[in-house]
């Protein structure tokens, strides 16, 4: 029969085949762990590349009766119940919420009999698939899980995979409308089921099941509580919130340098200019080819002169010929296969004309971060770049099977997840080591906690189409529900894209009108004619004035429009950094009284009083929007006043997207009537 111990955190429970931890975890928050093996025999490895940092002390009331025990912490109670006889007993937990009694979330065995809401099997040598299973509620809507392309906001129904990749972003966060936030604190290759029947949380391999869970009566506390828990990004710095320039690619110094200038003397604002890959010599040389960037130091000066920042793509693959790899391999700094043999992906770099095998360096060993870092500093910080693109980060493997790799932390099956998370960490403590606390890192993939390190998220090489424009939008507020507040994403898609095409300008424009009310505001693309893989590879224009007078014009509005709503940004970030708080945030954060609000899923709120209503489909000059109760709205474009609570047909003509400003905001958001005003 399982016996209950009370320590002064929780509860450890032990039975014959489980060890079962119940504790306090900072304020207001359960940690639940169980494993085959005694909790404290957990390698050390496994605990650095979890999500949760160190729990502020908690002084939890725990309580034990016959048969029962509970643990409560703040605004969460666990209670742990142990139910059978003596030689099949046992233990189910569920969540109630203290504020009000309501339980709110609570395990659910498979069978009576085998298995129960916990499966841990072991393969011998300590780890095996695990299984946590939670019942299911039928109103129930669950968001967050990061960033995916399956175009819905609301989760509820869906399987969705525990597996990093281009375009999809796992962040095992999840908020629920029943008034709860849970982690899956584990970075293994599995699934979640967000089932009718059943939620079922899977790991394919790990040695410990790992959850958090912490309740409220509102998202944003939640919101609040979770980035205490993982970690709150740092204040994004003032200069991050301008318009970001980029292209795939500009093959030299001169070429990146005449779009800067030009937009000079166009008198159009720009704050961030990107030098993509193949800039380099060769993948894991991480420097400059000089013979494309002659004059890096000379090249920085003409930007910082003219405002302009110069962001470079740094990849995390080794190229068997790169100068840095005997190094790498002979420190253990390479990611591995089982096998023992270093190359898990390939690619046709610099000095080849076919693809050949490449290698990834590890950033689970603190020794393979500050190579990295060493190296980069050396190659390119020291000369006075101080913004990096880290790009297929995830990272990219071939065949996709996370089984066969080998980290310095352990098993990829059992941690493969956390690989950008810790490639995020290698330059934001360098950075920070470095003396320059302004980091910020555009990453293609983040795990829980990334935002502590300075991570912006895009959502990847997504499509040119209507459709992708309209799944971008729940794409982002999923991600922002998950802690990941600095996201962006490539306006006009990543695939393609004729410059020339009309419908293709409509696009942009549109994209570009939302994109003004994203955290960060950047223009990126593969545009026609694009050409094949390989060091010269470049494709079509893909600058503001790329697509037609009609457009520029249209285009050169919504960067105006942007500059003029940067202090109101700017204070977003800054509370972002203070609470965790995204500034893109599902109208249910800022409306939970609400109903009406937890289901809209294609409008969103900038802040607490900008409400943004993007266009998704061609040739609309109007749509519906919906305007939440507890306020009164003023329409941007028109002027019009409308009581909350209400639907509205907002006008969309080909200048402007529908956006309404609350009552009571800063001047910094009603900045947006007068802008109407002006149009």
Not at 83 to 108: I, M
Not at 119 to 143: K, P, S, T, V
Not at 165 to 172: G, K, L, Y
Not at 513 to 538: C, D, I, K, N
Request: aromatic fraction near 10%; charged fraction near 25%.
């Amino acid at each position: 029969m399982p016996t209950i111990h009370q320590s002064a955190t929780g509860l450890d429970i032990i039975s014959e085949n489980e060890h079962l931890r119940v504790e306090a975890w900072g304020r207001h928050a359960i940690r639940v762990r169980a494993s085959r093996r005694p909790i404290d025999h957990l390698s050390s490895a496994a605990e650095e590349v979890q999500a949760l940092l160190p729990a502020e002390a908690a002084a939890p009331v725990v309580e034990v009766g016959d048969g029962v025990a509970r643990v409560v912490n703040g605004d969460i109670a666990a209670e742990v119940r142990v139910e059978g006889h003596a030689e099949t007993g046992t233990v189910k937990l569920r969540f109630v919420r203290t504020t009000d009694g309501v339980e709110v979330l609570r395990e659910q065995p498979a069978h009576f009999w085998h298995p129960g809401a916990r499966l841990l099997e072991d393969d011998g040598a300590g780890a095996g698939r695990i299984e946590q299973r939670f019942a299911a509620r039928e109103d129930e809507r669950l968001y967050g899980l990061g960033q995916h392309t399956h175009g819905r906001l609301d989760q509820k129904g869906l399987v969705i995979d525990l597996v990093q990749r281009n375009a999809e972003v796992s962040v095992p966060f999840m908020l629920s409308s029943a008034g709860y936030g849970f982690l899956w604190n584990n970075p293994a290759i599995g699934r979640v089921e967000l089932a009718e029947n059943g939620t079922r949380w899977v790991a394919d391999s790990a040695r410990a099941i790992d959850y958090w869970v912490t309740a409220a009566e509102d998202p944003a506390t939640i919101l609040t509580r979770y980035a205490d828990a993982t970690g709150r990004p740092p204040a994004l710095p003032r200069w991050a919130t301008g318009f970001w320039q980029s292209k795939l690619r500009y093959q030299s110094q001169e070429e990146l340098l005449e779009v800067a200038r030009e937009h000079r003397r166009r008198g159009l604002p720009l704050s961030v200019i990107v030098l993509d890959y193949f800039s380099w010599t060769r993948l894991g040389d991480w420097r400059l080819d000089t013979e494309e960037w002659p004059d890096l130091e000379g090249a920085l000066a003409e930007l910082h002169e003219m405002g302009v920042r110069l962001m470079v793509s740094i990849w995390p693959s080794v190229n068997p010929s790169s100068e840095n790899m005997d190094d790498l391999r002979d420190g253990n700094m390479l990611m591995s296969r089982a096998s023992g043999l270093p190359f898990t992906a390939t690619w046709t770099d610099k000095g080849a004309d076919h693809a050949e095998p490449v290698a990834f360096y590890d950033p689970t060993n603190p020794a393979a971060r500050r190579f990295i870092w060493d190296t980069v500093k050396r190659n390119y910080f020291d000369a006075g770049v101080r913004i990096w693109w880290l790009d297929a980060c995830e990272p990219e493997i071939r065949p996709a099977d996370h089984r066969q790799l080998h980290f310095w932390a352990g098993p990829g099956a059992e941690i493969a997840n956390v690989y950008p998370r810790e490639h995020a960490r290698a330059f934001a403590e360098g950075m920070r080591g470095a003396g320059d606390d302004d980091v910020v890192l555009l990453c293609r993939s983040a795990w829980a906690g990334s935002q502590r390190y300075g991570a912006a998220v895009w959502s990847g090489d997504i499509g040119v189409t209507w459709e992708s424009l309209a799944a971008q939008v729940r794409a982002g507020l999923n991600m922002s529900l998950s802690g990941i507040p600095w996201w962006t994403t490539d306006i006009g898609g990543f695939h393609g894209g004729v410059p020339e095409d009309p419908g293709y300008r409509e696009l942009v424009v549109r994209w570009f009108q939302w994109a003004v009310f994203l955290p960060l505001f950047r223009l990126h693309g593969f545009r026609e004619p694009r050409t094949a893989l390989g060091a010269s590879q470049t494709g079509g224009p893909n600058e503001v004035w790329s697509y037609g007078e009609e457009a520029y014009g249209l285009i050169s509005r919504s960067l105006d429009l942007r500059e003029s709503i940067r202090p109101y940004l700017d204070a977003l970030m800054d509370e972002a950094a203070a609470s965790g708080l995204p500034p893109m945030r599902t109208l249910f954060v800022e409306f939970p009284d609400d109903e009406a609000a937890w289901g809209i899923d294609d409008a969103y709120m900038l802040g607490s009083h900008v409400l943004v209503a993007p266009v998704t489909a061609p040739g609309a000059t109007s749509r519906q929007v919906y305007l939440p109760a507890g306020t009164s709205w003023t329409e941007a474009e028109t002027g019009a006043a409308h009581e909350g609570g209400t639907w509205v047909e907002a006008a969309a003509p080909s200048h402007a997207i529908p956006v309404f400003v609350s009552a009571g905001a800063p001047d910094t958001a009603v900045v947006l009537l007068s802008a109407g005003d002006a149009r």
